[in-house]
């Protein structure tokens, strides 16, 4: 049976570790690199804690990509380095499915061309988790008869950027459905009183086309996130929890297997489920 290869960059960290996991276990992949700047030279699958691989860390990328001849390239590093990445990836002319978040709308367009150009396909997910795809789904159909809206995602200390990259596209979805139905962007944010005010600035969280979305960074928290729907007399709460990286494994395994269909780039796993 042939199989898709794929290069894991960011392997030795959690989720490179379960990506690198998860790879293995499937049939129909091979796992052929691990990248990472840490623990260079060490087995990958002993760094993932499941044996050994033979196959070494490196730290250059684009030599691992061309030396051995993979087709996809699963990334999970920095927002610092994730673009350097995908051009990378691109210009070797592999596929890249990319979990790391803090891409610019800029970023996203660029890779979008240069990957148009080459003929690669790029998919870009801010979650692999399946429930999280379908709770920013839920959540675009409850913003059609709910008007006011707030988002809290809540995910581990260790997370660099914030508001999460699922708070940002679950609150661009609704953004979309409140313009189609042409909702002025500060109607919701009205109390009955009057216009806010804040004593302690900062403390309604930010903003997104009027949305207000709050980031909450702590130990103990893998990845959560809550849309909060509110009505005279009702509230509806949309929830979805990540207590293990393991949920985001059959995502990244769908997006390995799909990512030649795409040309160009594709921004969220839903465009795959949906």
Known sequence: MTTIK???????GKMGREVVKAVTQAA?????????????????????????????IETNLEELLQHTGAEVMVDFTEPGSVVHNVHTAI??????????????????????????????????APNFAIGACLMMRFAEEAARWFPHVEIIELH???????????????????????????????????????EEWESLP????????????????????????????????????????????????????MGIRRVKEIKGLMYGLDKLLF
């Open 6 to 12: 794929v290069v894991v960059n960011g392997a030795a």
């Open 28 to 56: 129909d992949l091979t796992l052929v690199g691990a990248c990472d700047q840490a623990d260079a030279g060490e087995d990958a699958g002993l760094v993932a804690g499941i044996g050994p691989l033979g196959i070494k």
């Open 91 to 124: 210009r070797a002319g592999v596929h890249g499915v990319v979990g790391t978040t803090g891409l610019s709308q800029a970023d996203l367009e660029d890779i979008d061309r240069t990957a148009s150009a080459k003929g690669v396909g790029v998919l870009v």
């Open 156 to 194: 581990h200390d260790q997370k660099k950027d914030a508001p999460s990259g699922t708070a940002l596209k679950t609150g661009q979805m609704i953004a979309k459905v409140r313009e189609n139905q042409g909702l002025a962007q500060g109607q919701q944010h009205r109390s009955q009183s009057g």
């Open 202 to 253: 900062g403390a309604r969280g930010g903003k997104l086309e009027g949305i207000h979305i709050h980031s909450v960074r702590l130990p103990g928290f893998v990845a959560h996130q809550e849309v909060i729907f509110g009505l005279p007399g009702q509230t509806l709460t949309l929830r979805h929890d990540s207590t293990s990286r393991e949920s985001f494994m059959p995502g990244v395994l």
